[in-house]
């Protein structure tokens, strides 16, 4: 499977146009609602289910929220998510090219920023250190912007702080290479001020979910619950719930059954960045998978041994996620007062960025056919159509009066 996981088909098939209609044939709760394990209960099962009974069905945000983050029994807290070993692969794990580009991506704004003194170099969610480290590696060719930066990381979890640090420490000490001081927290605001050049692949999806269903008229949030028989089950709320924010983006008027995801991370996350934009030169680039115009449907899903799993089975062991709605994150970002450049495919940015001339020189560097045939393979799931090069977007957030950043389309600036 590339990269981490797709529900049902590409989103991109029929174009921004068929993205509505694809969302209700194929994210209508499919294989959401079958029974959970009649296996024994893992631990973080036991205590969800000690916790609705004693205070009633959770929203799916906060059984999202549980099976990622408990300080327990979490999926990035107890086990290893990354990698071939794990349950899903990204993109800086399949090819170095993709974190190599980013790294002179953030060289080039530096650059058109007029070269700022105490710049922040922030990831988050930065996974094993792999995009980092290969960001680090391609900016090395121009010294002064790494004696111009520190590396930020926004990371809870410590067996991933410690990987991350001995990757990038180990690989720069293997090729003899000077690199910027290495930070960690545990959440963005508690980054120092600074000119900042952010980068977060696959972050935004693993941020929790909330779902609300439109039924006889009204909107209800949906729960996650017990059966009859002790299982987890989705449910609705009894009393009916405000309207859902960003109705007025989707093409159509609501009808018995429609879903509405949305992510309150997400509008914490753009409030942070448009927060430190409006002190100091911010540039930030958005990977994810995901669709480009609002629309209804449900996309809660997991993976698990890089197959796609039931996500009320087993909390905790395997990743569960939603697809990123970015045009619910550009209307924000723009309300916020940053100026907002794509989504653009992960393939076009790529392209735009050098990626066929960058691989054309790796290849000439191969040792031999065995080698060279992996490499291609990396890139090819990288970028072509039909495994993440279209699936996967990417999405620019800029502070106000900067200049255009490299890779997009003209920005789109104070359209409400």
Same mark, same amino acid.
């Given at each position: 499977?590339?990269?981490?996981?797709?529900?049902?088909?590409?989103?991109?098939?029929?174009?921004?146009?068929?993205?509505?209609?694809?969302?209700?044939?194929?994210?209508?709760?499919?294989?959401?609602?079958?029974?959970?394990?009649?296996?024994?209960?893992?631990?973080?099962?036991?205590?969800?289910?000690?916790?609705?009974?004693?205070?009633?069905?959770?929203?799916?945000?906060?059984?999202?929220?549980?099976?990622?983050?408990?300080?327990?029994?979490?999926?990035?807290?107890?086990?290893?998510?990354?990698?071939?070993?794990?349950?899903? $692969?990204?993109?800086?794990? *399949?090819?170095?090219?993709?974190?190599?580009?980013?790294?002179?991506?953030?060289?080039?704004?530096?650059?058109?920023?007029?070269?700022?003194?105490?710049?922040?170099? *922030?990831?988050?969610?930065?996974?094993?250190?792999?995009?980092?480290?290969?960001?680090?590696?391609?900016?090395?060719?121009?010294?002064? %912007?790494?004696?111009?930066?520190?590396?930020?990381?926004?990371?809870?979890?410590?067996?991933?702080?410690?990987?991350?640090?001995?990757?990038?420490?180990?690989?720069?000490?293997?090729?003899?290479?000077?690199?910027?001081?290495?930070?960690?927290?545990?959440?963005?605001?508690?980054?120092?001020?600074?000119?900042?050049?952010?980068?977060?692949?696959?972050?935004?999806?693993?941020? !929790? *979910?909330?779902?609300?269903?439109?039924?006889?008229?009204?909107?209800?949030?949906?729960?996650?619950?017990?059966?009859?028989?002790?299982?987890?089950?989705?449910?609705?709320?009894?009393?009916?719930?405000?309207?859902?924010?960003?109705?007025?983006?989707?093409?159509?008027?609501?009808?018995?059954?429609? $879903?509405?995801?949305?992510?309150?991370?997400?509008?914490?996350?753009?409030?942070?960045?448009?927060?430190?934009?409006?002190?100091?030169?911010?540039?930030?680039?958005?990977?994810?998978?995901?669709?480009?115009?609002?629309?209804?449907?449900?996309?809660?899903?997991?993976?698990?041994?890089?197959?796609?799993?039931?996500?009320?089975?087993?909390?905790?062991?395997?990743?569960?996620?939603?697809?990123?709605?970015?045009?619910?994150?550009?209307?924000?970002?723009?309300?916020?007062?940053?100026?907002?450049?794509?989504?653009?495919?992960?393939?076009?940015?790529?392209?735009?960025?050098?990626?066929?001339?960058?691989?054309?020189?790796?290849?000439?560097?191969?040792?031999?056919? *065995?080698?060279?045939?992996?490499?291609?393979?990396?890139?090819?799931?990288?970028?072509? !159509?039909?495994? +993440?090069?279209?699936?996967?977007?990417? +999405?620019?957030?800029?502070?106000?009066?900067?200049?255009?950043? !490299?890779? %997009?389309?003209?920005?789109?600036?104070?359209?409400?």
């Amino acid at each position: 499977m590339s990269g981490k996981r797709k529900k049902g088909g590409d989103l991109t098939d029929k174009g921004d146009d068929g993205v509505e209609e694809l969302l209700g044939a194929l994210f209508e709760g499919r294989g959401a609602q079958q029974p959970a394990s009649l296996e024994a209960d893992n631990p973080l099962a036991i205590k969800l289910k000690a916790r609705i009974e004693q205070a009633g069905p959770l929203s799916l945000h906060d059984y999202m929220e549980a099976c990622l983050g408990d300080p327990e029994f979490g999926y990035y807290i107890a086990r290893e998510p990354f990698g071939r070993g794990g349950d899903f $692969i990204t993109a800086p794990d *399949i090819c170095q090219v993709f974190g190599e580009l980013l790294g002179l991506w953030c060289v080039q704004v530096w650059r058109e920023l007029g070269q700022p003194r105490n710049g922040k170099l *922030i990831e988050l969610g930065p996974g094993r250190g792999a995009l980092m480290s290969d960001a680090l590696r391609a900016a090395s060719l121009v010294p002064e %912007f790494l004696q111009s930066v520190e590396v930020h990381f926004v990371e809870t979890s410590k067996a991933l702080r410690a990987e991350q640090e001995q990757l990038i420490k180990g690989q720069a000490t293997e090729h003899g290479r000077d690199i910027p001081q290495l930070f960690w927290h545990d959440r963005l605001q508690d980054v120092p001020p600074g000119p900042s050049f952010l980068i977060a692949n696959e972050f935004v999806d693993a941020l !929790p *979910i909330a779902q609300t269903l439109f039924k006889q008229g009204q909107w209800f949030e949906r729960l996650v619950g017990l059966d009859e028989a002790g299982h987890f089950t989705f449910l609705l709320a009894d009393k009916p719930c405000p309207d859902p924010d960003g109705l007025s983006l989707i093409s159509r008027p609501a009808v018995e059954g429609d $879903i509405v995801e949305h992510r309150p991370g997400a509008t914490i996350l753009l409030e942070q960045i448009a927060k430190r934009a409006s002190a100091h030169p911010l540039a930030g680039l958005l990977f994810d998978y995901g669709y480009d115009k609002r629309a209804f449907g449900d996309s809660f899903q997991a993976l698990r041994n890089h197959q796609f799993s039931d996500p009320l089975r087993d909390p905790g062991l395997a990743d569960v996620t939603a697809h990123v709605d970015f045009a619910s994150l550009s209307h924000l970002a723009q309300e916020l007062e940053l100026t907002v450049a794509g989504p653009v495919t992960q393939r076009e940015f790529l392209v735009a960025l050098g990626v066929r001339e960058r691989a054309a020189q790796l290849l000439q560097g191969q040792q031999n056919m *065995i080698a060279a045939g992996q490499f291609m393979t990396g890139l090819q799931r990288l970028i072509e !159509p039909d495994q +993440m090069g279209s699936l996967f977007k990417v +999405m620019a957030l800029v502070g106000g009066g900067q200049p255009q950043v !490299p890779g %997009f389309r003209s920005p789109l600036r104070d359209q409400g």
